[in-house]
């Protein structure tokens, strides 16, 4: 058992030797391995930190973008609007137009009817006026038994157009 109390036994020296094995170890870990890891790891946080603000601030460009975008098209819908508000205006006022010329056309048609009208009927009755008057002539020889002049034929035509006028 001396044999095995030696393997497993503490010796102070080596115990004082691997303490101070450990105490180098650590220090040189730290200069050379923490202090490199703590810049790379400190490094990489800066840069998701920048990461991060750069995202925010191109949200918040996109925001602001957004926000211009929507009082653009709201200005456009605005203009649309006018813009639509006029034509409409522009096509009534030209209804309107078209109307009023349609009825001043209509009015004048009407009343070139009417002088038509009239103008036909001041012929009708210069025709019948003349046919009366033959009429009348034929008679008038007929009873008279002898030629009228064309002064005698005018004269007894009107007279007996006048009759018939007055006859109504």
């Known amino acids: 058992m001396g044999r095995f109390e030696g393997f497993i036994g503490v010796d102070f020296w080596t115990a004082l030797f691997v303490l ?9 870990a730290k200069k050379y391995l ?18 991060y603000q750069k995202a925010e601030a191109c949200k918040k ?8 975008l929507s009082k653009r098209l709201e200005k456009a819908q605005s203009e649309s609007d006018r813009i639509v508000s006029e034509a409409v205006k522009r096509a009534e006022k030209r209804e309107s137009d078209i109307l009023s010329r349609a009825k001043s056309e209509a009015q004048g048609v009407l009343e070139k009817a009417r002088l ?7 012929q009708a009755l ?11 002539l034929s008679i008038a020889e007929k009873v008279v038994q002898r030629e009228v002049n064309e002064e005698d034929n005018l004269r007894l035509a009107d007279s007996f157009i006048d009759r018939l006028g007055e006859g109504k």
């Open 116 to 122: 038509d009208a009239e103008r036909e009927k001041k």
């Open 20 to 28: 101070l094995n450990t105490l180098a170890i650590f220090f040189v």
């Open 61 to 68: 460009e996109a925001e602001e973008q957004l926000d211009e």
């Open 126 to 136: 210069s025709d019948a006026k003349s046919e009366i008057s033959s009429l009348a």
């Open 34 to 51: 923490f202090k490199p890891v703590h810049k790379l790891i400190s490094d990489r946080q800066n840069e998701i930190d920048g990461m």
